[in-house]
């Protein structure tokens, strides 16, 4: 098996946790090749700090391979961990000054995939930064279910077992998130926002 390949089927990701619970450093290290990247993209995203999101992310994988003999194969090894480093951050982040808020999403995931090209330009680039401003404004648990959601590609379900909240509250969440980033973004004009839908357009 290939530990630099960007996918990892659910029976692999299974074996492979079979093996680490029996202390085998090969699988150990290629469940932290597997999913360190995305665990930190959306570790990032929340914290806003490489280093403390460096930090972060090894404090879960610890936490995570400490306790691996409680995790039950019901669920993606991967939305666990999610689980794990979600808490990690909501304790860091309670150490901070409380944030507020809340946040049209398709505009969360424009830095992927085909679209990357697209967002070359200096206004481009300025549009999304402005994008991700608005994220940050989020409470932690909102930002957390836009994050894993639109960016991320978990399902409600998935979101819900990671955030630790019912799925109830996380459809209201991401209803909510929607309509905190109309206002937010209200001040764009709307003539940024019809060079942004063109370039994404020409690159479909």
């Not at 700090?49 to 090894?77: M, V």
């Not at 424009?110 to 967002?119: N, Y």
């Not at 930064?129 to 608005?134: E, G, M, Q, R």
């Not at 109830?168 to 060079?195: F, G």
């Amino acid at each position: 098996m290939d530990a630099n390949s960007t996918t990892l089927d659910r029976g692999s990701e299974a074996r492979l946790v079979e093996r680490a619970k029996a202390n085998d450093p090969v699988a150990l290290r290629e469940l932290i090749d597997f999913h360190k990247d995305r665990l930190f993209g959306f570790i990032f995203r929340m914290v806003r700090d490489h280093h403390e999101a460096e930090d972060i992310c090894q404090d879960a994988f610890l936490k995570a391979f400490a306790s691996l003999h409680t995790f039950s194969s019901e669920y993606r090894f991967s939305t666990w961990l999610f689980t794990i480093g979600y808490r990690v951050c909501l304790n860091r982040l309670r150490r901070r000054r409380p944030t507020g808020g809340d946040i049209d999403l398709a505009s969360l995931s424009i830095s992927d995939g085909a679209v990357s090209d697209a967002l070359e330009s200096e206004e481009a680039q300025r549009l999304r930064s402005t994008v991700w401003s608005a994220v940050d404004q989020l409470s932690p648990p909102q930002k957390a279910t836009v994050l894993l959601f639109y960016r991320h590609g978990l399902g409600c379900q998935e979101v819900a077992r990671v955030v630790q909240l019912p799925l109830a509250t996380v459809k209201s969440h991401l209803h909510r998130a929607r309509a905190k980033l109309r206002e937010l973004l209200e001040p764009l004009h709307a003539a940024d926002w019809c060079e942004l839908r063109n370039r994404v357009s020409r690159t479909g």
